[in-house]
């Protein structure tokens, strides 16, 4: 059974069983007037029979209805008509067949009853009332929940433009601050400028396939390889100016994170707390699973006066981006602190939710 059938099946099923009972409690009242068994069974189908008539024909004139005019108010008015015919035709039906049972089938005289008539009429109208309420109501909430639906989708592709959005902001502010570097070595040393342009078509490569693949999400090894090849184009040319510490956990290394998370954190503390100092400095890389292993801790941190980073516009951008893509990813769930160290350094640290993602990029 296929999974749209199945909400369809069960109605069915418990409309079934809903008559089954219905038809039974007619029997079972006929039988304890003392009618004889099979009697009590041909009039209680007598009566439950067209009160199942009534209740599909209630259930199709409340459909029409709902497709006509779907406004709550006005229902009763546009029911009136349906039901007092409906109604009718259903009393009609179940003296009908009642005298055709009492006099062709059991050959004895068939008598109408004021009292038995309002009995019937009272009956239908309580089936007729049930089931359209009951219909409308499940109307509006099939409404509701595809409201709902649409809702929650238009809010994932929302999110999916802006994510997007940040991913191509953050990747020309990437390849600018790289490519500002290398120009600096061209004149400097040509060799030196060879070798860093061979780093450089290594970053690209990678720039490259996460835009054209529009990957958002990469195991945290992989992202620790391009900070790597970004370190080593940076190292060619700061030398032994620039000095790199990685303190990574081999559990967090398989753990998805952002594409270009971790790279802009770097950026950051190599242009604001390396570059500026003759002596250069140190620059520390952590990454590692809180005791829960629910959360990833990453920190970059230098020894530098890197204060200025937050409020340098240059260096702000790829860590604003980097905070909105965060907001849009993870819904809040992730969090990204900065500021001084008590070394007089300066640090910042994401801390993201440890989810389960299978995306890799395409060579």
């Not at 009590?40 to 199942?52: M, Q, T, V």
């Not at 860093?196 to 945290?220: C, F, P, Q, S």
């Amino acid at each position: 059974m296929s999974r749209d059938r199945a909400p369809q099946r069960f109605v069915e099923l418990t409309a079934l069983a809903v008559w089954i009972a219905y038809t039974s409690s007619y029997a079972i009242t006929f039988a304890l007037t003392g009618l004889p068994v099979w009697t009590a069974i041909r009039a209680a189908l007598a009566n439950s029979i067209p009160d199942a008539m009534l209740a599909i024909a209630a259930f199709r004139v409340s459909r029409a209805i709902d497709r006509g005019h779907r406004a709550a108010h006005g229902l009763v008015a546009r029911h009136a008509p349906w039901a007092a015919l409906l109604i009718g035709v259903t009393v009609l039906i179940k003296n009908l067949l009642l005298w055709f049972d009492y006099v062709i089938v059991a050959g004895t005289r068939f008598q109408l009853n004021p009292a038995v008539i309002f009995w019937h009429t009272f009956l239908s109208a309580l089936v007729y009332v049930t089931v359209a309420a009951a219909t409308h109501a499940w109307l509006i909430g099939q409404r509701l929940r595809e409201e709902e639906a649409n809702a929650v989708r238009a809010e994932a592709l929302r999110a999916q433009a802006e994510i997007a959005a940040l991913r191509a902001q953050l990747n020309p502010h990437f390849l600018f601050n790289t490519l500002h570097s290398v120009l600096g070595l061209v004149r400097r040393d040509p060799a030196l400028a060879e070798a860093a342009l061979e780093k450089l078509g290594d970053l690209l490569h990678y720039a490259t396939r996460v835009h054209r693949n529009g990957v958002d999400w990469i195991a945290l090894r992989h992202e620790c390889d391009f900070v790597d090849t970004y370190l080593d184009l940076e190292a060619i040319r700061l030398g032994d100016r620039l000095r790199v510490v990685r303190n990574l956990d081999e559990a967090a290394l398989d753990c998805q994170v952002p594409t270009f998370s971790l790279q802009p954190l770097v950026e950051n503390a190599v242009r604001h707390g390396i570059a500026p100092r003759a002596e250069g400095g140190q620059i520390v890389v952590g990454a590692r699973l809180q005791p829960d292993g629910n959360r990833l801790r990453l920190e970059v941190c230098n020894d530098g006066a890197g204060q200025r980073s937050s409020e340098s516009e240059e260096g702000g951008l790829g860590l604003r981006v980097l905070r909105e893509r965060l907001d849009a990813l993870y819904r809040g769930t992730a969090s990204m602190t900065a500021g001084p160290t008590s070394g007089g350094g300066y640090s910042v640290v994401l801390t993201l939710p440890v989810i389960a993602r299978d995306t890799e990029i395409n060579e």
